[in-house]
């Protein structure tokens, strides 16, 4: 056996393909499958991110554009507009995002990293990019303040200095404001880090600094010294002015306000606590948890707002955050769901020194997005356009549709717009600025994601954008326990238990199918009418891999192990469906059997417009042994049929009829022709581990894990990673199951997830990859049934024409065919039987088999047959009831009458190889080894712009595509040098160049390996930046100006330049420059604003020179003039004169 080498793959060493695949095939045969498909044609990039940001860490907004920026704790930077509007960008240090500053209504933003650097980004352009950055070397950044239409950058540092920059050029001004300047001489002690920086609306040349230990300092910039220094005993999280200039507010964290008058630092003016108890006897009132935040906002017509976070009571245990909103008199606590990370209130003005008049409050969540109407009584919130939540329950998979049927989207729009909420705001929604793209893609897409509590989500992923268009809950087919007390000890996993593993959909028929983690099937049908269903149907199955009655599960002797007998017979059971749970057999001894994993409910169950329950399918435990969890799924709505497998075997469901028509253990369907010498055992004696599929360890896998191949990861009881590193005894809930679903071809099912079979350990990472000759795996008992395709094919060599058929491959890279003897349509189809019988193997390929799609004879692809949809709660005597008794399925494939001479192509794909084999004569044409140091993730064939092709996506993170029928390597592309479960499990190609996959628990990716596609995304992609008129400043009056009042401005160019302030020294921070300043980032503005913008500035330059030349014409015209007057009064005075007199 050859040695894994495992070095290679750490060393970071990219996957070893072929140079050109093998060809089989005669040069005159090949010559007459043409191959349209180039390398040209292939192009990989990223194109959006949606949902939410991964655990976010700051906000921003601009007032005037009516963009939301939010970074986040690994650098993300997400900005949004109008729904439909959003942008994804990333800092290269990864850094965590600890503040964000717009440029109000210039199209810039300023972010401060915890890495202490600082970022210019440009924002008029479709991908924004960094222009400055600026890094601090002997600083830590701890604050910033920008004012409004001012171009320099307050900084404060954790020393509790404060450094100014020049946000055109980022360079650091001369000028400092040194912490033993602005407090007391006679203050021994450190003021701690600056906490807050904002300077005095009425007052430019005032600036107000918050020290974390509690001293807030108003400095004059001119004289340069403290005018007033305010202390108070607790420290400071936030301050915050009155739009007048004469107040400002401080939040502590004993979770008091203090507000001061400028003029009066002795003692604050008024001191609340606004969640304390206020004692009878005049003390203090108990202290609170911090106020973390506070916001003074004031209205023309009404009381102030005054808005924080936190500040809620000790003995408020277990209460959710809170955000308080004060006003007037009354107070209202609007509780959260998650944590609060920051919020901002959004005004009327950018002004500082009007009557703010605020509107609505955003609020950042850990987990989500919350916009409060603060106009509307009771302070609805708006509905959220974006599409943030995902993560709702954590997505376990997803699947991807391009191209699918048009009538698809509204169909599902329909149906999910009777489940919207309702009690939101009226308003629109206060987030609106940027404009939409113009792409041209016009084709519908369509993504599906599964959730840990039985969720599944529609999404309208058409034009770069998402939307939800459904929501399925299959956990209402089961009956929930009220209490723990009441949970049935015959569960596999002890939390989710609903929780979607895998996925099959039909979308022309629209029937759909999923498989749990609690070893069970659900076949839904699609209805826009509603109905009641008295009693759910329900089939049980005994999936198991062997019978051994002479031994039992708690062990003792050595026994001889009973043969191998199937549970089923392969002919057609005709038993009417169970519609309870059957007879459980609990012995006397606790040994569990015939007992389902859950139970179906028994009340009538009322089934809204959309997804209804058709048939109910659940594997039983046999002998004390727990059902293994399902690793392959396929529905096939021509045939009427259900297949799905796992570690143990794989059953076949007619659904039509609510029957099992084959019941079998892989080794069964080798016949006696079984390759493998396989040591038989014993049942297990022991219960699946815990764990759902989603992360809540979200570390990636180990380098060295990351080789690993899933096919030869088995689950068992062993130990598992734990919470906290290990120190706990109770397993984790969330752990990664080494699972990847993969979909079918042509119909967007689901493939296995490999990972689901046993063997005595097992980690959260791949394990290694398995040779793939014989002897390696002669003792390898189970054998996963890993995916299926539904077609009509030759079975066998000597067949004269095709036949329905279901392919089957396992995790030892076996393809093996089931021949299906399909009974007349229409009512004959209801009434006779379907003879399935298998057929035995085809073909063995190295690795699990991932993929299997059919080509004709001119390299075309051959989707499965289907039938369309039709309603089928269509009343009894109605026209549309006859419509669908007549109704015949869709064949796509070739009829039985085509000539001979004609033959197909199967296209094999498992983790190691791909193979196309010329059917009926079960030869090898075209065979490509995809790669040697690690393992194929997913592959899926596809089409794209005229052709077909394999897109892979392996281990180490190379994405792949290869042509067909030819195996020609088009494109080899190292894109995520590591992975992790959650993008192993999601990663998923569909066509005309896109694919997706999960790249946080709350995010997905959308990227694309087309060619055409990267071209035409910058015209696809939405404008953040649009110009719009900035707000006239507030009028200041008649007696303000006369007597003085109202807004002081200062000329900070003077102040801070380095005329007045000389140069900062050059040790303090690193300038790293962009492409320009301000100039040339207005000379970088790209598409149609930009163009507009270049035009109206040429305009005005173009105005301007011929006002001047106009003048100088004026001025030439009048000097003139003046000549010619002097020159006619020169000649009447000389007129008379001789020449002598002169």
């Not at 498909?37 to 009516?66: I, N, W």
């Not at 002690?189 to 107000?208: C, F, Q, R, T, Y």
């Not at 031994?551 to 005709?574: I, R, V, Y």
């Not at 001894?589 to 009322?606: E, T």
Request: glycine residues 8%; charged residues 20%; aromatic residues 8%.
């Amino acid at each position: 056996m050859k040695k894994f080498n495992i070095r290679k793959v750490l060393d970071g060493l990219t996957a070893v393909s072929s140079p050109s695949p093998s060809p089989q095939l005669g040069a005159k045969e090949n010559e007459l499958i043409p191959e349209t498909l180039q390398s040209e044609h292939f192009q990989l990039c990223k194109t959006v991110r949606h949902g939410f940001p991964y655990q976010p860490s700051s906000m921003a907004f601009d007032p005037v554009q009516k963009i939301l920026a939010i970074g986040t704790q690994n650098g993300a930077l997400r900005l949004f507009g109008r729904p439909g509007v959003e942008c994804y960008c990333q800092h290269e240090s990864g850094a965590a995002v600890i503040q964000l500053q717009f440029l109000i209504n210039e199209g810039a933003l300023v972010s401060a990293l915890a890495d202490d650097s600082i970022h210019l980004w440009n924002l008029r352009q479709k991908r924004p990019a960094v222009l400055h950055s600026l890094k601090f070397n002997k600083e830590r950044i701890t604050f910033c303040h920008l004012p409004f239409q001012s171009k320099w950058l307050y900084i404060g540092s954790e020393r509790g200095n404060i450094h100014i920059v020049n946000v055109e050029s980022f360079t650091l001004s001369g000028y400092t404001i040194m912490w033993n300047k602005a407090i007391e001489l006679s203050s021994k002690a450190h003021p701690g880090p600056v906490v807050h920086i904002s300077d005095n609306p009425m007052d430019e040349g005032k600036l107000i600094i918050g020290f974390e230990s509690g001293i807030v300092v108003l400095w004059d910039l001119k004289s340069k010294r403290a005018d007033y220094r305010y202390t108070y005993d607790e420290a400071i999280h936030s301050v915050a002015w009155h739009h007048e200039g004469k107040q400002f507010i401080c939040s502590h964290s004993d979770g008091t306000l203090t507000i001061w008058n400028i003029k009066s630092p002795a003692k604050p003016a008024q001191t609340i606590t606004p969640h304390g108890k206020q004692p009878k006897d005049g003390k203090k009132p108990e202290p609170c948890k911090p106020i973390l935040k506070v916001e003074y906002k004031t209205t023309r017509a009404g009381d102030p707002f005054m808005i924080f976070s936190g500040g809620l009571s000790y003995d408020t245990v277990g209460r959710r955050p809170c955000l308080t909103v004060m006003h007037g008199k009354s107070t209202a606590v609007l509780e959260m769901d998650y944590p609060i990370v920051d919020f901002l209130t959004l005004c009327e003005t950018p002004y500082s020194n009007d009557f703010q008049e605020p509107y609505a409050v955003v609020v950042l969540l850990e987990k989500d997005l919350v916009v409060i109407d603060l106009a509307q009584n009771g302070y609805p919130i708006f509905e959220n356009p974006y599409p943030m939540m995902i993560h709702e329950s954590p997505v376990t998979c997803c699947e991807y549709l391009a191209d699918c049927p048009v009538d698809l989207i509204p169909a599902l729009y329909s149906v999910g717009s009777r489940q919207k909420r309702q009690g939101y705001s009226k308003k629109e929604w206060p987030i609106s600025g940027g404009n939409w793209g113009l792409g041209t893609q016009s084709y519908p897409e369509i993504i599906i994601t599964g959730h840990a509590d039985g969720s599944v989500k529609f999404w309208d992923a058409s034009a770069i954008m998402l939307q939800v268009l459904y929501k399925l809950k299959t956990a209402k087919v089961f009956e929930k326990a009220r209490c723990k007390e009441e949970k049935p000890n015959t569960e596999i996993v002890d939390e989710d238990p609903f929780a979607i593993q895998l996925m099959s959909w039909c979308p022309e028929s629209r029937m759909l199918c999923v498989a749990g983690v609690s070893a069970h099937v659900i076949i839904y049908r699609f209805s826009k009418q509603e109905i009641t269903t008295e009693v759910v149907q329900l089939l049980e199955v005994r999936l198991q891999y062997e019978l051994n009655d002479l031994e039992s599960p708690e062990g003792g002797g050595d026994q001889t192990p009973a043969p191998l007998t199937p549970s089923t017979s392969p002919s057609p059971q005709t038993a009417a469906p169970q519609t309870h749970t059957s007879t459980s057999s609990n012995s006397s001894d606790g040994i569990r059997d015939n007992i389902p994993c859950l139970k179906v409910r028994s009340s009538p169950l009322k089934q809204s417009p959309g997804y209804q329950v058709e048939l109910v399918v659940q594997l039983l435990w046999v002998s004390g042994e727990p059902p293994q969890q399902i690793s392959s799924l396929a529905i096939n709505s021509s045939y009427g049929l259900v297949v799905f497998g796992n570690s143990n075997g794989l059953a076949v469901v007619d659904y039509l009829q609510k029957t099992v028509l084959l019941n079998l253990g892989t080794v069964e369907l080798y016949g006696s022709n079984d390759p493998y010498q396989r040591q038989l055992r014993s049942p297990r004696k022991s219960r699946q581990p815990s764990g759902g599929l989603c992360d809540i360890n979200e570390g990636s896998a180990t380098s060295e894990d990351r080789c690993k191949s899933p096919t030869s990861v088995f689950m068992s009881n062993h130990q598992q990673f734990y919470n906290g590193g290990g120190r706990g005894a109770k397993m984790s809930r969330k752990l990664s199951l080494p699972t990847e679903l993969k979909p079918d071809l042509g119909k967007l099912s689901v493939c296995p997830p490999r990972g689901s079979i046993p063997l005595d350990n097992r980690d959260n990472s791949f394990s290694r990859s398995r040779s793939s000759s014989v002897t390696s795996i002669d003792k390898e008992a189970r054998e996963a049934v890993t995916s299926f395709y539904f077609c009509e094919t030759y079975n066998r060599k000597a067949d004269g024409g095709l036949t329905p058929s279901l392919w089957v491959g396992t995790s030892l890279g076996t393809v093996l065919a089931i021949s299906l003897n399909m009974p007349p349509a229409g009512e004959q189809r209801l009434l006779q039987p379907v003879i399935v019988s298998p057929c035995g193997t085809l073909v063995r390929l190295k690795g699990s088999i991932l993929r299997m799609a059919f080509l004709d004879s001119t390299g075309s692809l051959l989707p499965s047959a289907f039938e369309p949809w039709y309603e089928p709660n269509a009343p009894a005597n109605g026209e549309e009831r006859d419509k669908v008794r007549k109704r015949r399925p869709v064949s796509v494939s070739p009829s039985t009458s085509q000539e001979m001479n004609e033959n197909q192509y199967a296209v094999l794909c498992s983790e190691k190889q791909a193979k196309v084999i010329s059917l009926p004569s079960q030869t090898c044409v075209f065979k490509h080894n995809i790669t040697e140091t690690s393992f194929v993730l997913r592959a899926d064939v596809v089409q794209i712009n005229t052709g077909i092709c394999v897109a892979c996506f392996c281990a180490n993170g190379h994405i792949m595509t290869l042509s067909l029928p030819g195996l020609r390597p088009l494109l080899d592309v190292n894109y995520l040098p590591l992975t992790d479960m959650r993008i192993a499990r999601t990663f998923c190609f569909t066509n005309l160049g896109q694919a997706l996959y999960l790249t946080s628990p709350t995010e997905i990716q959308r990227i694309t390996y087309s060619q055409e596609v990267c071209e035409n995304l910058q015209e696809m992609l939405g404008e953040l930046f649009t110009p719009v008129e900035t707000p006239e400043a507030p009028n200041r009056g008649f007696f303000k100006g006369l007597f003085g009042g109202g807004a002081q401005s200062l000329d900070r160019e003077e102040l801070f330049g380095e005329s007045g302030a000389g140069k900062a020294p050059r040790s303090l921070a690193q300038h790293i420059p962009g492409p320009g300043g301000i100039e040339g980032m207005k000379g970088a503005a790209s598409g149609i604003v930009g163009d507009l913008a270049r035009a109206r500035i040429a305009l005005d330059e173009r105005g301007q020179k011929l006002s001047e030349v106009e003048e100088r014409t004026a001025a030439m015209m009048a000097s003139a003039d003046t000549f010619s007057k002097h020159a006619h009064e020169m000649m009447l005075k000389c007129k008379d004169k001789k020449w002598y007199q002169f």
